[in-house]
């Protein structure tokens, strides 16, 4: 798309895409309903704009609804687990704490159990603190339907989501460790930094070989972790959706690896092998709110 830089989709851009990609788990659809909605803000008669910024959330809201419809039938036929595609970020979306909370892989899987109408509402109230008139705007549901959405969406989000905050400086020095562990492939250095019930969540697509289904237990996981042809790893630690976590290769396959923690030990481990998820690791993704 190419349009004048004082254009109000410009400077809007990086909002527009971080709306979309909460909504829809996938910077590839995120990009596509951007897209989209660029091409009705372009043919759109503005004479009547009063604000630029609501017409476009509510324009790439509906956009992104539409697409997550769509996309349900093929969700349903993905091989194994479906993860949200992990997007490289700054220090400065790890630095707005309700940003980085929620563009995390464990906000983004908890998102992902909401229906459509649920999902948008909560992400525009919660996020973006968008009115409930301009809300219902958007999803097509009288404001007081919309407050009741927001608030049912908002306890099954709070009965889901991880209960305690982790300081990055916590969340960098464990991703580190795990790292270290894996390389090594002791069961007991992986058992150390893992808690007993931890749970590793792992998406291939069905193109790249992974766990189908979710591996419970810190035995288990290390046992899995343990056979990592290690003479063939390489790791690093980077900055993934807004938080510490791993970027990796296995024989020149690209892997990202991303942890929630609870009482300083790893609870959950979410692991992208899907290359198709994997195309946004060298550039850092404009994440906004």
């Known amino acids: 798309m190419t349009t004048a830089p004082d254009d109000p989709f410009v400077t809007h851009r990086g909002l527009l895409f971080t709306v979309a990609y ?17 091409l009705r803000w372009a043919g759109a008669d503005r004479s009547g704009v009063r604000d630029a910024r609501a017409y476009l959330v509510r324009t790439v809201t509906r956009q992104s609804l539409n697409r997550l419809r769509t996309l349900a039938r093929r969700r349903e036929d993905y091989v194994g687990e479906w993860l949200p595609e992990p997007l490289l970020t700054t220090h400065d979306v790890a630095e707005d704490v309700v940003l980085a909370e929620s563009v995390s892989m ?24 968008v009115p409930y008139g301009e809300i219902a705007g958007a999803v097509g549901k009288p404001a007081a339907t919309v407050r009741q959405i ?15 905050r982790v300081s990055r400086s916590e969340q960098q020095a464990v991703v580190a460790r795990f790292l ?29 070989a992974t766990a189908l289904s979710p591996v419970r237990g810190a035995r288990p996981v290390a046992e899995l972790l ?28 690209p892997g990202a690896v991303s942890l929630e923690l609870a009482g300083g030990k790893i609870s959950r481990i979410y692991v992208v092998r899907n290359p198709h998820k994997l195309t946004r690791l060298d550039h850092p993704a404009e994440l906004t709110r």
Request: glycine share 10%.
């Open 150 to 164: 927001a608030r049912r969406a908002r306890g099954h989000v709070a009965a889901r989501r991880p209960r305690v």
């Open 180 to 208: 270290a562990a894996l390389h090594t492939g002791e069961l007991g250095e992986l058992l150390e930094v893992m808690a007993p019930d931890v749970v590793l969540v792992a998406d291939g697509g069905g193109i790249v």
């Open 106 to 129: 464990a906000m983004l899987t908890v998102l992902e159990t909401l229906g459509p109408t649920e999902r948008a509402v909560f992400v525009l109230r919660e996020v973006f603190d």
């Open 226 to 253: 343990a056979r990592v042809n290690r003479s063939a790893l390489e790791s690093a630690l980077v900055w993934l959706n807004g938080a510490p976590a791993g970027r990796l290769a296995f024989d020149g396959e």
């Open 22 to 38: 909460e909504i829809l788990g996938s910077a590839a659809d995120a990009e596509d309903v951007l897209q989209e909605s660029w």
